[in-house]
Protein backbone atom coordinates (compact mmCIF):
# COMPACT_ATOMS: atom_id res chain seq x y z
CA UNK A 1 0.00 0.00 0.00
CA UNK A 2 1.47 3.66 -1.09
CA UNK A 3 -1.47 5.65 -0.43
CA UNK A 4 -1.03 8.11 2.39
CA UNK A 5 -2.42 7.43 5.49
CA UNK A 6 -4.52 9.78 7.61
CA UNK A 7 -4.43 9.71 11.74
CA UNK A 8 -6.86 11.95 13.76
CA UNK A 9 -5.41 14.14 16.68
CA UNK A 10 -6.33 11.25 19.28
CA UNK A 11 -4.49 8.44 17.68
CA UNK A 12 -1.36 10.97 17.41
CA UNK A 13 -1.71 11.73 20.95
CA UNK A 14 -1.98 7.68 22.09
CA UNK A 15 1.04 7.14 20.28
CA UNK A 16 2.96 9.71 21.96
CA UNK A 17 1.66 8.83 25.75
CA UNK A 18 0.65 5.35 25.06
CA UNK A 19 4.31 3.75 23.53
CA UNK A 20 6.53 1.77 25.89
CA UNK A 21 9.72 3.01 26.36
CA UNK A 22 11.32 0.25 24.74
CA UNK A 23 8.98 1.14 21.70
CA UNK A 24 10.04 4.26 21.41
CA UNK A 25 13.48 3.98 21.29
CA UNK A 26 13.35 1.32 18.74
CA UNK A 27 10.71 3.11 16.44
CA UNK A 28 11.19 6.88 17.27
CA UNK A 29 9.54 7.28 13.88
CA UNK A 30 6.59 4.54 13.90
CA UNK A 31 2.76 5.57 13.56
CA UNK A 32 2.63 1.97 15.15
CA UNK A 33 0.70 2.40 18.00
CA UNK A 34 2.16 -1.15 20.11
CA UNK A 35 1.26 -1.05 23.88
CA UNK A 36 1.54 -2.70 26.98
CA UNK A 37 0.15 -5.82 27.28
CA UNK A 38 -1.89 -4.39 30.32
CA UNK A 39 -3.99 -2.12 27.72
CA UNK A 40 -5.35 -5.01 26.02
CA UNK A 41 -6.45 -6.77 29.15
CA UNK A 42 -8.34 -3.55 30.81
CA UNK A 43 -9.94 -2.64 27.40
CA UNK A 44 -11.88 -6.62 27.30
CA UNK A 45 -12.65 -5.94 30.57
CA UNK A 46 -13.98 -2.69 30.14
CA UNK A 47 -16.14 -3.81 27.19
CA UNK A 48 -17.18 -7.19 29.06
CA UNK A 49 -17.81 -10.49 27.92
CA UNK A 50 -15.29 -10.44 25.52
CA UNK A 51 -12.05 -11.36 24.60
CA UNK A 52 -9.21 -10.51 21.91
CA UNK A 53 -6.81 -12.77 20.09
CA UNK A 54 -3.51 -13.78 20.78
CA UNK A 55 -2.41 -14.43 17.35
CA UNK A 56 0.96 -16.58 17.29
CA UNK A 57 2.69 -15.52 14.29
CA UNK A 58 4.40 -18.60 13.03
CA UNK A 59 5.25 -16.75 9.92
CA UNK A 60 4.68 -13.43 8.76
CA UNK A 61 1.38 -13.83 6.51
CA UNK A 62 0.07 -14.94 10.02
CA UNK A 63 0.83 -11.24 11.34
CA UNK A 64 -0.14 -8.98 8.46
CA UNK A 65 -3.25 -11.30 8.27
CA UNK A 66 -4.27 -10.95 11.94
CA UNK A 67 -3.51 -7.14 11.73
CA UNK A 68 -5.61 -6.68 8.55
CA UNK A 69 -8.87 -8.25 10.23
CA UNK A 70 -8.16 -6.12 14.03
CA UNK A 71 -8.01 -3.01 11.56
CA UNK A 72 -11.18 -4.25 9.81
CA UNK A 73 -12.93 -4.94 13.46
CA UNK A 74 -11.79 -1.82 15.32
CA UNK A 75 -10.47 -4.55 17.96
CA UNK A 76 -6.90 -4.65 19.90
CA UNK A 77 -5.33 -7.54 19.64
CA UNK A 78 -2.17 -9.17 20.46
CA UNK A 79 0.73 -10.62 18.74
CA UNK A 80 2.65 -13.23 20.18
CA UNK A 81 5.26 -15.96 19.53
CA UNK A 82 6.29 -18.45 22.04
CA UNK A 83 9.78 -19.70 23.36
CA UNK A 84 9.39 -22.96 22.16
CA UNK A 85 8.58 -21.18 18.51
CA UNK A 86 10.72 -18.16 18.79
CA UNK A 87 13.13 -18.80 21.48
CA UNK A 88 17.14 -20.13 21.35
CA UNK A 89 16.05 -23.59 19.84
CA UNK A 90 13.07 -22.51 17.85
CA UNK A 91 11.23 -24.14 14.87
CA UNK A 92 9.94 -20.24 13.21
CA UNK A 93 11.73 -17.76 11.52
CA UNK A 94 9.47 -15.19 13.36
CA UNK A 95 11.12 -15.12 16.55
CA UNK A 96 10.91 -13.40 20.21
CA UNK A 97 13.81 -10.95 18.83
CA UNK A 98 12.10 -9.90 15.85
CA UNK A 99 8.20 -9.70 16.09
CA UNK A 100 8.18 -6.66 17.13
CA UNK A 101 10.16 -5.38 14.64
CA UNK A 102 8.63 -7.38 11.50
CA UNK A 103 4.80 -6.13 13.61
CA UNK A 104 5.91 -2.47 13.64
CA UNK A 105 6.56 -2.84 10.29
CA UNK A 106 3.33 -3.94 9.16
CA UNK A 107 1.64 -1.39 10.95
CA UNK A 108 3.55 1.18 9.22
CA UNK A 109 3.36 -0.17 5.47
CA UNK A 110 -0.71 -1.26 6.61
CA UNK A 111 -2.09 1.82 8.23
CA UNK A 112 -2.94 -0.17 10.91
CA UNK A 113 -4.45 2.32 13.83
CA UNK A 114 -5.51 -0.53 16.21
CA UNK A 115 -3.35 -0.96 19.53
CA UNK A 116 -1.16 -4.26 19.37
CA UNK A 117 0.41 -5.96 22.46
CA UNK A 118 3.86 -8.00 21.63
CA UNK A 119 3.55 -10.84 23.96
CA UNK A 120 6.31 -13.78 25.01
CA UNK A 121 4.32 -16.68 25.23
CA UNK A 122 5.08 -19.41 27.14
CA UNK A 123 8.86 -18.39 28.36
CA UNK A 124 9.30 -21.82 29.78
CA UNK A 125 11.36 -23.19 32.70
CA UNK A 126 11.25 -26.73 33.54
CA UNK A 127 13.69 -26.95 36.36
CA UNK A 128 15.33 -24.36 38.88
CA UNK A 129 18.48 -23.98 36.95
CA UNK A 130 16.87 -21.97 33.77
CA UNK A 131 16.37 -19.13 36.22
CA UNK A 132 19.61 -17.68 36.38
CA UNK A 133 20.34 -17.02 32.51
CA UNK A 134 16.36 -16.20 32.12
CA UNK A 135 16.98 -13.46 33.71
CA UNK A 136 19.67 -11.91 30.75
CA UNK A 137 17.58 -13.37 28.15
CA UNK A 138 14.01 -11.59 29.31
CA UNK A 139 16.06 -8.52 29.41
CA UNK A 140 16.74 -9.04 25.76
CA UNK A 141 13.45 -9.28 24.88
CA UNK A 142 12.06 -5.99 26.10
CA UNK A 143 15.26 -4.87 24.57
CA UNK A 144 13.46 -5.84 21.69
CA UNK A 145 10.41 -4.65 21.73
CA UNK A 146 8.13 -7.30 23.82
CA UNK A 147 5.84 -5.09 25.44
CA UNK A 148 4.08 -8.30 27.48
CA UNK A 149 5.34 -11.70 28.74
CA UNK A 150 4.11 -15.16 29.84
CA UNK A 151 6.30 -16.50 32.99
CA UNK A 152 5.41 -20.11 32.70
CA UNK A 153 7.09 -22.89 34.94
CA UNK A 154 4.11 -24.52 35.59
CA UNK A 155 6.59 -27.91 34.21
CA UNK A 156 7.93 -27.77 37.81
CA UNK A 157 6.19 -28.44 41.29
CA UNK A 158 3.88 -25.76 42.44
CA UNK A 159 6.39 -24.25 45.33
CA UNK A 160 9.19 -23.87 42.34
CA UNK A 161 6.39 -22.66 39.84
CA UNK A 162 5.82 -19.44 42.18
CA UNK A 163 9.42 -19.10 43.54
CA UNK A 164 10.45 -18.94 39.73
CA UNK A 165 7.89 -16.16 39.28
CA UNK A 166 8.95 -14.45 42.36
CA UNK A 167 12.70 -14.50 41.55
CA UNK A 168 12.12 -12.94 37.86
CA UNK A 169 9.69 -10.82 38.13
CA UNK A 170 12.37 -8.19 38.96
CA UNK A 171 13.36 -8.25 35.24
CA UNK A 172 10.00 -7.52 33.58
CA UNK A 173 9.55 -3.93 33.49
CA UNK A 174 7.12 -2.50 35.77
CA UNK A 175 4.42 -1.26 32.44
CA UNK A 176 4.75 -4.36 30.92
CA UNK A 177 1.76 -7.08 30.90
CA UNK A 178 2.40 -10.16 32.87
CA UNK A 179 1.32 -13.60 32.96
CA UNK A 180 1.73 -16.58 35.10
CA UNK A 181 0.50 -20.24 34.67
CA UNK A 182 -0.61 -23.45 36.56
CA UNK A 183 -0.76 -26.21 35.00
CA UNK A 184 1.00 -27.56 31.54
CA UNK A 185 -1.49 -27.45 28.78
CA UNK A 186 -1.88 -31.04 28.20
CA UNK A 187 -5.57 -31.94 27.68
CA UNK A 188 -7.85 -33.83 30.06
CA UNK A 189 -4.62 -35.09 31.89
CA UNK A 190 -3.56 -32.99 35.01
CA UNK A 191 -6.48 -30.64 35.15
CA UNK A 192 -5.23 -27.41 37.26
CA UNK A 193 -7.53 -27.19 40.47
CA UNK A 194 -8.95 -24.15 42.58
CA UNK A 195 -6.54 -25.13 45.06
CA UNK A 196 -2.96 -24.93 42.73
CA UNK A 197 -4.31 -21.25 40.77
CA UNK A 198 -5.19 -19.66 45.00
CA UNK A 199 -1.61 -21.03 45.55
CA UNK A 200 0.18 -19.52 42.36
CA UNK A 201 -1.86 -16.17 42.79
CA UNK A 202 -1.80 -15.61 46.55
CA UNK A 203 1.94 -16.04 46.85
CA UNK A 204 2.50 -13.51 43.82
CA UNK A 205 0.09 -11.13 46.08
CA UNK A 206 2.14 -11.50 48.97
CA UNK A 207 5.28 -10.12 47.20
CA UNK A 208 3.51 -6.93 45.33
CA UNK A 209 2.86 -9.23 41.93
CA UNK A 210 0.10 -8.61 40.52
CA UNK A 211 -0.42 -10.51 36.89
CA UNK A 212 -2.88 -9.56 33.99
CA UNK A 213 -3.43 -13.13 32.98
CA UNK A 214 -3.27 -16.60 34.30
CA UNK A 215 -3.30 -19.37 32.14
CA UNK A 216 -4.98 -23.28 32.97
CA UNK A 217 -4.67 -26.68 32.11
CA UNK A 218 -8.66 -26.54 31.45
CA UNK A 219 -9.21 -29.39 29.30
CA UNK A 220 -7.19 -28.47 26.34
CA UNK A 221 -4.19 -28.93 23.98
CA UNK A 222 -1.59 -27.60 21.83
CA UNK A 223 -1.50 -28.43 17.97
CA UNK A 224 -4.52 -30.48 16.77
CA UNK A 225 -7.52 -31.76 18.94
CA UNK A 226 -7.80 -34.78 18.95
CA UNK A 227 -11.37 -34.41 19.99
CA UNK A 228 -14.44 -31.90 20.46
CA UNK A 229 -14.09 -32.46 24.54
CA UNK A 230 -11.85 -29.37 24.40
CA UNK A 231 -12.10 -26.39 27.06
CA UNK A 232 -13.71 -27.45 30.21
CA UNK A 233 -15.96 -24.07 30.59
CA UNK A 234 -17.48 -24.97 34.24
CA UNK A 235 -13.51 -25.50 35.19
CA UNK A 236 -12.77 -22.43 34.12
CA UNK A 237 -15.36 -20.88 35.93
CA UNK A 238 -14.98 -22.17 39.06
CA UNK A 239 -10.90 -21.40 39.11
CA UNK A 240 -11.70 -17.56 38.57
CA UNK A 241 -14.68 -17.56 40.68
CA UNK A 242 -11.85 -18.91 43.32
CA UNK A 243 -9.40 -16.21 42.20
CA UNK A 244 -11.80 -12.81 41.76
CA UNK A 245 -10.67 -10.88 44.82
CA UNK A 246 -6.85 -10.63 43.07
CA UNK A 247 -8.78 -9.44 39.75
CA UNK A 248 -6.67 -11.34 37.58
CA UNK A 249 -7.68 -12.76 34.34
CA UNK A 250 -7.54 -15.33 32.51
CA UNK A 251 -5.64 -16.71 29.31
CA UNK A 252 -6.95 -19.23 27.37
CA UNK A 253 -4.37 -21.52 25.65
CA UNK A 254 -4.99 -24.28 23.15
CA UNK A 255 -7.84 -22.63 21.35
CA UNK A 256 -7.30 -23.98 17.84
CA UNK A 257 -9.77 -26.56 17.37
CA UNK A 258 -12.39 -25.90 20.06
CA UNK A 259 -15.54 -24.99 18.57
CA UNK A 260 -17.07 -21.36 18.59
CA UNK A 261 -19.81 -21.76 21.21
CA UNK A 262 -17.43 -22.75 23.88
CA UNK A 263 -15.39 -20.14 23.16
CA UNK A 264 -18.34 -18.13 23.27
CA UNK A 265 -18.60 -19.46 26.86
CA UNK A 266 -15.41 -19.00 27.21
CA UNK A 267 -15.80 -15.48 26.58
CA UNK A 268 -19.24 -14.73 28.30
CA UNK A 269 -19.15 -16.72 31.04
CA UNK A 270 -15.47 -16.82 32.62
CA UNK A 271 -12.72 -13.71 33.24
CA UNK A 272 -11.08 -14.65 30.19
CA UNK A 273 -9.41 -11.83 27.89
CA UNK A 274 -6.47 -13.68 25.86
CA UNK A 275 -6.89 -16.56 23.85
CA UNK A 276 -4.20 -17.85 21.47
CA UNK A 277 -4.56 -18.70 18.06
CA UNK A 278 -1.20 -20.73 16.95
CA UNK A 279 -2.24 -23.73 14.95
CA UNK A 280 -5.07 -22.47 12.93
CA UNK A 281 -3.66 -19.67 11.75
CA UNK A 282 -0.86 -21.82 10.20
CA UNK A 283 -2.83 -24.45 8.66
CA UNK A 284 -4.72 -21.51 7.15
CA UNK A 285 -2.19 -19.37 5.88
CA UNK A 286 -1.00 -22.51 3.95
CA UNK A 287 -3.77 -22.98 2.09
CA UNK A 288 -5.52 -26.58 4.55
CA UNK A 289 -8.67 -27.48 4.67
CA UNK A 290 -9.99 -26.40 8.26
CA UNK A 291 -13.27 -26.91 9.81
CA UNK A 292 -15.31 -23.80 10.99
CA UNK A 293 -13.04 -23.13 14.26
CA UNK A 294 -9.68 -24.20 12.59
CA UNK A 295 -9.01 -27.78 13.10
CA UNK A 296 -7.53 -29.73 10.17
CA UNK A 297 -9.70 -32.01 8.36
CA UNK A 298 -7.79 -35.17 7.98
CA UNK A 299 -7.73 -37.83 5.19
CA UNK A 300 -6.44 -40.89 6.75
CA UNK A 301 -3.88 -38.82 8.49
CA UNK A 302 -2.63 -36.27 5.18
CA UNK A 303 -4.00 -32.71 5.22
CA UNK A 304 -6.21 -31.59 2.61
CA UNK A 305 -4.62 -28.87 0.56
CA UNK A 306 -7.50 -26.50 -1.05
CA UNK A 307 -7.00 -25.21 -4.64
CA UNK A 308 -6.25 -21.86 -4.81
CA UNK A 309 -5.81 -21.04 -1.48
CA UNK A 310 -3.06 -20.20 0.81
CA UNK A 311 0.77 -21.60 -0.70
CA UNK A 312 0.98 -22.68 -4.57
CA UNK A 313 0.58 -26.09 -5.16
CA UNK A 314 4.04 -26.90 -6.36
CA UNK A 315 5.23 -25.20 -2.96
CA UNK A 316 3.07 -27.58 -1.09
CA UNK A 317 4.56 -30.81 -2.88
CA UNK A 318 7.89 -29.28 -1.62
CA UNK A 319 6.50 -29.40 1.79
CA UNK A 320 4.47 -32.65 1.94
CA UNK A 321 8.26 -34.22 0.47
CA UNK A 322 10.56 -32.55 3.10
CA UNK A 323 8.41 -33.39 5.95
CA UNK A 324 7.90 -37.05 4.82
CA UNK A 325 12.05 -36.71 4.36
CA UNK A 326 12.18 -35.90 8.29
CA UNK A 327 9.26 -38.17 9.20
CA UNK A 328 7.20 -35.38 10.15
CA UNK A 329 3.46 -35.90 10.95
CA UNK A 330 0.41 -34.12 12.13
CA UNK A 331 1.32 -31.22 14.87
CA UNK A 332 4.70 -31.21 13.66
CA UNK A 333 4.31 -30.03 10.62
CA UNK A 334 5.19 -26.81 12.38
CA UNK A 335 8.55 -27.69 11.85
CA UNK A 336 8.22 -26.81 8.38
CA UNK A 337 7.81 -22.91 9.46
CA UNK A 338 11.83 -22.07 9.38
CA UNK A 339 12.97 -24.20 6.83
CA UNK A 340 10.03 -22.95 4.93
CA UNK A 341 9.76 -19.23 5.49
CA UNK A 342 12.41 -17.38 2.83
CA UNK A 343 10.69 -19.82 0.36
CA UNK A 344 7.37 -18.72 1.24
CA UNK A 345 7.98 -14.88 0.89
CA UNK A 346 9.87 -15.74 -2.20
CA UNK A 347 6.42 -17.29 -4.03
CA UNK A 348 4.33 -14.89 -6.27
CA UNK A 349 2.73 -11.73 -4.84
CA UNK A 350 -0.82 -12.70 -5.66
CA UNK A 351 0.09 -15.99 -3.70
CA UNK A 352 1.68 -14.24 -1.12
CA UNK A 353 -1.56 -11.86 -0.47
CA UNK A 354 -3.89 -15.05 -0.53
CA UNK A 355 -2.24 -16.12 2.46
CA UNK A 356 -2.58 -13.24 4.72
CA UNK A 357 -6.27 -12.88 2.87
CA UNK A 358 -7.33 -16.52 4.31
CA UNK A 359 -5.83 -15.31 7.86
CA UNK A 360 -7.44 -12.20 7.69
CA UNK A 361 -11.04 -13.64 7.43
CA UNK A 362 -10.53 -16.38 9.94
CA UNK A 363 -9.40 -13.82 12.08
CA UNK A 364 -11.69 -11.58 11.53
CA UNK A 365 -14.57 -14.27 12.16
CA UNK A 366 -13.26 -14.88 15.04
CA UNK A 367 -13.23 -11.65 16.76
CA UNK A 368 -16.78 -10.05 15.34
CA UNK A 369 -18.57 -13.47 15.74
CA UNK A 370 -17.01 -15.43 18.65
CA UNK A 371 -14.82 -13.34 20.78
CA UNK A 372 -17.20 -10.31 20.98
CA UNK A 373 -13.95 -8.28 20.20
CA UNK A 374 -15.14 -5.35 17.90
CA UNK A 375 -14.57 -1.55 18.84
CA UNK A 376 -12.13 -2.19 21.41
CA UNK A 377 -9.33 -0.56 19.96
CA UNK A 378 -11.38 2.91 21.03
CA UNK A 379 -11.54 1.55 24.54
CA UNK A 380 -7.69 1.75 25.08
CA UNK A 381 -7.09 4.83 22.47
CA UNK A 382 -9.39 6.38 25.41
CA UNK A 383 -7.73 4.57 28.36
CA UNK A 384 -4.77 6.15 27.06
CA UNK A 385 -5.92 9.75 26.66
CA UNK A 386 -7.44 9.34 29.91
CA UNK A 387 -3.97 8.30 32.10
CA UNK A 388 -1.48 10.36 29.54
CA UNK A 389 0.78 7.03 30.30
CA UNK A 390 2.01 4.04 28.87
CA UNK A 391 1.13 1.80 32.23
CA UNK A 392 -2.64 1.83 33.41
CA UNK A 393 -1.39 0.49 36.67
CA UNK A 394 -2.42 -2.32 38.41
CA UNK A 395 -5.99 -3.88 38.45
CA UNK A 396 -5.44 -5.55 42.15
CA UNK A 397 -4.25 -4.31 45.29
CA UNK A 398 -1.62 -6.31 48.06
CA UNK A 399 -3.90 -8.55 50.65
CA UNK A 400 -1.69 -11.04 51.31
CA UNK A 401 0.89 -10.78 53.70
CA UNK A 402 4.46 -11.54 53.10
CA UNK A 403 5.57 -13.22 56.18
CA UNK A 404 2.82 -16.01 55.21
CA UNK A 405 5.00 -16.35 52.14
CA UNK A 406 8.61 -16.82 53.13
CA UNK A 407 10.66 -19.35 51.01
CA UNK A 408 10.45 -21.81 53.70
CA UNK A 409 6.69 -21.15 54.21
CA UNK A 410 6.07 -21.85 50.35
CA UNK A 411 7.75 -24.92 50.14
CA UNK A 412 6.11 -26.41 53.43
CA UNK A 413 2.34 -24.79 51.93
CA UNK A 414 2.78 -26.76 48.71
CA UNK A 415 3.26 -30.19 50.38
CA UNK A 416 -0.13 -29.61 51.27
CA UNK A 417 -1.97 -29.10 48.08
CA UNK A 418 -3.66 -32.41 46.62
CA UNK A 419 -3.27 -32.16 42.79
CA UNK A 420 -2.91 -34.28 40.08
CA UNK A 421 0.18 -33.16 37.41
CA UNK A 422 -0.73 -35.95 34.83
CA UNK A 423 1.22 -37.56 32.18
CA UNK A 424 4.61 -37.02 31.87
CA UNK A 425 6.07 -35.72 28.40
CA UNK A 426 6.77 -32.56 26.22
CA UNK A 427 3.09 -30.46 26.11
CA UNK A 428 5.15 -27.36 24.84
CA UNK A 429 3.48 -25.39 22.00
Not at 39 to 68: P, W
Not at 216 to 235: F, K, M, P, R, Y
Request: hydrophobic fraction near 40%; aromatic fraction near 8%.
Amino acid sequence: MTEAFCYSSDFERALDFGRPPNIKKLFPNSKALIVSGKYIDHAMLTKGNCMTIAANGRNSFIIRGTLLAAQRANAAVIIEIARSEGGIDAYCAVSLWNIARQTDAFMNELGITIPVAIHADHFGLKKPEDIEPAKTEIQSLFDAGITSIAIDASHMPDDQNLLANIELFPFIPGWAGLETEVGEIKGKSGLSTPEEALFLIQGLNAHNIFPNWIALNNGTTHGIEASDTGIQVELTTAIHQALEKYKISGAQHGTSGNNSDRLRAIASKTRTTKANVATALQMISWGLKVNDYGNAILDNGNFIKQEGCGVSESMWEHMTAYAKAKDLKGGNYKKLNLPFESRLLSQPKEIRKRMAKGVENFVYGLLTNVFNTENTAQIVINDILNRRSNDPGTKAQKIESEKNWTKEKIIENALKISSDKGLGGNFED
